[in-house]
């Protein structure tokens, strides 16, 4: 197993990086034991608390704060041991050209520790039992490293498309954007691997649902209005936000968001916008903070002072959705992050959800008419700059 | 009732001594006649008690016969049915009991007086026994004639004697006198000594099973230096082997106190003295009085020293009488010496409450000895915890006073009152846990509740004394539970450290070369960083000693890596 038939050479010296990154943060505890001295890993922490809004970048990122794993520290011995473990299965593949996933990584983890206690009873305990655990371990040795999973050469379900008038180069092919038929590009586990050949494309649309994004796609929205259509099929994967990112960095493009007018909704948007609370340490560089949220807004159903309302009265009644109490929870709690709380258009936003006690999916606009939705709604918006930033 | 016992002690007494020129006269009845009238004073209210009772009354005797004269005891114990001879005669279940033992022997000259008058006993002197008014054997006796007709029968021969003896005999109840029916003697073959007594008799084996069983184990816990065997009606056989040669001192006499000393008993040693004067009579009868202090006394109550003690018997000097045993118990004499009663000792309490329990921890005290009007006592107590004792709800407790184990009555009882009323909590025992206390209160004078003698009256000396006790010994139970609490804690610290280990090696000798130079881990990298782990874990560890040893945590994580299997 060689190079010379797995991945290229971005991959090769992706993993080169790696590994030595690795070899060094891990090698210093193989020297701490061996010297006698208790082995620590120091990890920043992953906590709400060490989550720091910013508001210069407008993205969130990791605090200073962090914890030591210390293996001689019952409480932690068990977690230091997953660490561990997992580094060393994630470095032999780094080394010998694997292309794990993270479901991969898990089981190749996953095993039975058997001693017997004290009283010369037998036991038995796993490495880990869910993928939750393995998941975790994974985020903590990125913390540690400064690797990211994707630098690690790990890899994710696909789960975001993009279709657009554009030409990329991955895994050294070339490949058309706008000649998928029905179809879509699926975005990599590794988007710093594509290279970008050329673009026709004015703006980047992300749609939270897959469904509506296949809907546009066959409308012949983005040729019409010469955009770049993403989906990240609910809440986005790092790849499809590290992809986001470099279309508006590296292509400047404005990106705008489209989701249910629902607190999970305006929280997808914000996991666009500013990042996830879970993954505050790589905000830097999968946040898009100049993204902008389009829609659905509770003023296109409602109406806003002079802003007329694109639903009827008896469209209203058939499409919206009673709030559920965790709905109503959820909202409150977007009222504290201090990159919603300080926005009036989104508190403004939030008020008149919390007025209506409703919320609205996407679904419920096209049903109105796709036409309507893909020619009319969009364009009109994006053209009278009705979003919220 | 114990009233009751004194009296037709004393008429027995008098009527033994008739002749003795007292003057005083007292309507004749046999006491062997009067026990026929009141069995239940003795124990024998019922078949299953009576057959309970029997078993007692013998081997305390054998028990008496042996440890107390400084014999290793070997106890015989076997109860047999009687084979019904026709069906259907309405005659009720009979069983012969045979009790033998290696003791110091009856000599032929007192057998027949031993078991065939009621209250002629060795027992009736002042000191511990562990039978007190010398009933006992002769009540089961008697009780055997009632109920099956049969005599008893009795071999013993003594350790100087060069002959077995042999007698069945009866007891005249009229008269209280032995009836001899058969008897004859035997050369000696070796050196056996010792007596068999055998007794047939109305019972109910299958209600007093549970409790003979029972009693049988409890004396063999505070007596592991003797060996017993129990042959059951039911076939099965019951041997507790000797698990110790050590034995308790056996009690020596004493005179009595002064303070424990009532009139009935100033009389008779009024009658058997030999003092010519009272001063004199106090200074010989008496213990803790010496010259000195009866000349005090006497001049403090203004009694004459040179009366002569036959005049106190006089008519019309019961005032004088009543007035000196008032002064007796009043006086601030000495503490009464206490070298005549024969405590267990802690040692042989720890070694028979670890052989009947097999339990974790075993603890045990015997006080210094403190007196009750005027009866010195001793209280000895043992506790036992986990193990194979088995949780309950409360502590099981196991009572004894001189040395018999208490069945009956436990919630009458001064110790239960004490062992329910402590709160084990604060000593670190949640129940339901596995604890045995046992108490052991030694006396001349045991303050019985009943005649029964089976439970022991709450005097306020005893129960503080138990409480002590108890308590003493529960401190150190504490102790031994927080270290090992303590213990268990570290030792489950070290596991879950140790079990870690091998993972963590294996996992951590992945990166001992750089990527460029990488190949799969060597058995001797990964077994040098599990060896590093192995003590840098050890020494992470505090193992608190116990009982003056303390483990090695090194060795404990090294066994449980050493378990550990990766797959």
């Given at each position: 197993m060689s190079g010379e038939f797995f991945g290229d050479e971005v991959d090769l010296k992706a993993r080169a990086r790696a590994a030595r990154v690795m070899y060094e943060k891990f090698n210093k505890i193989v020297k701490d034991v061996i010297r006698g001295k208790p082995p620590k890993l120091e990890i920043p922490k992953r906590t709400l608390s060490n989550t720091i809004f910013d508001p210069e970048r407008g993205i969130l990122v990791i605090g200073e704060e962090k914890l030591e794993r210390e293996f001689l520290n019952v409480g932690e011995s068990r977690r230091f041991m997953q660490t561990v473990l997992m580094a060393s299965i994630i470095y032999q593949s780094l080394i010998e050209n694997e292309y794990p996933t993270i479901r991969d990584l898990y089981y190749k983890g996953k095993h039975t520790i058997t001693y017997s206690d004290h009283r010369g009873r037998k036991r038995e305990e796993n490495t880990w039992d869910e993928q939750k655990e393995s998941d975790s371990v994974i985020q903590d040795i990125e913390v540690f490293t400064g690797l990211f999973r994707e630098d690690m050469l790990i890899l994710s379900k696909e789960k975001g498309k993009v279709v657009g008038n554009m030409r990329i180069r991955s895994g050294g092919d070339v490949i058309d954007l706008s000649k998928l038929g029905h179809g879509a590009y699926a975005i990599e586990p590794t988007p710093d691997l594509i290279e970008f050949l050329d673009v026709d494309a004015e703006f980047v649309l992300v749609v939270e649902k897959d469904a509506v994004f296949q809907q546009l796609h066959r409308a012949g929205f983005w040729k019409r209005y010469k955009a770049l259509l993403v989906t990240?099929?609910?809440?986005?994967?790092r790849a499809t936000r590290r992809f986001v990112r470099r279309l508006h960095e590296e292509l400047k493009l404005p990106v705008y968001v489209i989701t249910d007018s629902d607190p999970y909704g305006w929280y997808i948007y914000s996991v666009y916008k500013v990042g996830s609370i879970t993954l505050s340490y790589e905000s830097e560089r999968l946040a898009t903070p100049k993204a902008k949220f389009l829609g659905v807004q509770m003023s296109d159903i409602f109406g806003y002072r002079s802003k007329k309302p694109y639903l009827s009265e008896g469209e209203r009644r058939k499409f919206m959705i009673r709030a559920t109490d965790r709905d109503i929870k959820r909202a409150k709690e977007l009222l504290n992050y201090s990159w919603i709380g300080k926005n009036s258009r989104w508190k403004s936003e939030i008020r008149l959800f919390l007025k209506h006690l409703v919320k609205l999916e996407i679904e419920a606009i096209a049903s109105k008419g796709l036409k309507f939705f893909a020619f009319h709604y969009i364009p009109e918006k994006i053209e009278t700059g009705d979003w919220i930033e | 009732m114990s009233a009751s016992v004194q009296r037709s002690r004393g008429r027995a007494r008098t009527a033994d001594q008739r002749g003795g020129g007292t003057g005083e006269k007292y309507r004749e009845m046999s006491v062997a006649e009067f026990f026929a009238k009141n069995k239940e004073l003795a124990g024998f209210s019922n078949p299953t008690r009576a057959l309970y009772q029997a078993v007692r009354e013998l081997v305390e005797n054998s028990l008496d016969a042996t440890d107390a004269k400084g014999i290793l005891p070997w106890i015989h114990i076997s109860i047999a049915p009687v084979p019904e001879p026709s069906q259907g005669d309405g005659s009720r279940p009979r069983y012969v009991i045979s009790v033998e033992d290696n003791g110091v022997g009856v000599p032929v000259t007192s057998m027949a007086m031993a078991f065939g008058k009621v209250l002629f006993s060795s027992k009736y002197v002042i000191r511990q026994t562990?039978?007190?008014?010398?009933l006992g054997v002769k009540a089961a006796v008697l009780y055997g004639q009632m109920t099956a007709g049969t005599p008893v029968e009795v071999f013993s021969a003594t350790k100087g004697s060069q002959y077995v003896h042999m007698m069945r005999l009866m007891i005249d109840v009229q008269r209280n006198e032995p009836r001899i029916l058969e008897k004859g003697e035997w050369n000696k073959r070796g050196s056996w000594h010792g007596t068999k007594v055998t007794l047939t008799l109305e019972g109910d084996w299958s209600r007093a099973r549970s409790k003979i069983l029972e009693y049988v184990k409890r004396t063999a816990v505070i007596a592991p230096y003797a060996e017993i065997v129990l042959e059951t009606p039911d076939g099965e056989i019951l041997y507790f082997p000797r698990t110790t040669r050590r034995m308790p001192k056996p009690p020596k006499e004493a005179k009595p106190h002064p303070h424990g000393v009532d009139i009935e008993q100033l009389k008779s040693i009024i009658r058997s003295t030999r003092a010519k004067t009272l001063k004199d009579l106090l200074v010989t009868e008496f213990q803790s009085i010496g010259e000195k202090t009866a000349v005090d006394f006497l001049e403090r109550y203004g009694i004459d020293p040179k009366l002569k003690p036959r005049e106190l018997l006089r008519k019309g000097r019961e005032r004088l009488l009543r007035r000196l045993v008032d002064a007796l118990m009043e006086y601030p004499f000495r503490s009464p010496k206490s070298d005549y009663l024969s405590p267990i000792g802690s040692d042989i309490i720890e070694i028979g409450l670890r052989r009947m329990f097999a339990p974790e921890w075993v603890g045990a005290v015997t006080r210094s000895p403190k007196a009750h009007r005027g009866h010195p006592f001793i209280v000895e107590v043992g506790i036992a915890y986990g193990g194979s004792i088995e949780s309950r709800d409360e502590p099981l407790l196991l009572r004894y006073a001189n040395k018999i184990p208490l069945l009956y009555e436990e919630r009458e009882d001064v110790s239960y009152k004490v062992v329910s009323s402590i709160n084990w909590k604060q000593y670190n025992i949640d129940f339901p846990a596995p604890l045995v206390v046992l108490v052991h209160i030694a006396s001349t004078k045991v303050p019985y509740k009943g005649v029964g003698k089976e439970s022991v009256s709450d005097v306020p000396e005893i129960e503080s004394e138990i409480r002590n006790a108890v308590q003493e010994i529960a401190r150190k139970l504490r102790i031994y539970l927080s270290r090992k609490a303590r213990e268990q804690e570290a030792i489950k610290r070290s596991i879950t450290l140790a079990k870690y280990i091998p993972e963590v090696a294996l996992s951590l000798a992945y990166f001992i070369r750089p990527p460029e130079k990488w190949q799969p881990p060597r058995e001797e990298e990964v077994r040098k960083i599990k060896e590093s782990l192995i003590r840098l874990v050890a020494r992470n560890i505090d193992l608190p000693p116990i009982d003056g040893e303390s483990q090695d945590p090194e060795e404990i994580v090294r066994k449980i890596v050493e378990s550990v299997q990766l797959d």
């Open positions: 990240g099929s609910g809440q986005p994967d | 562990r039978g007190m008014y010398g």
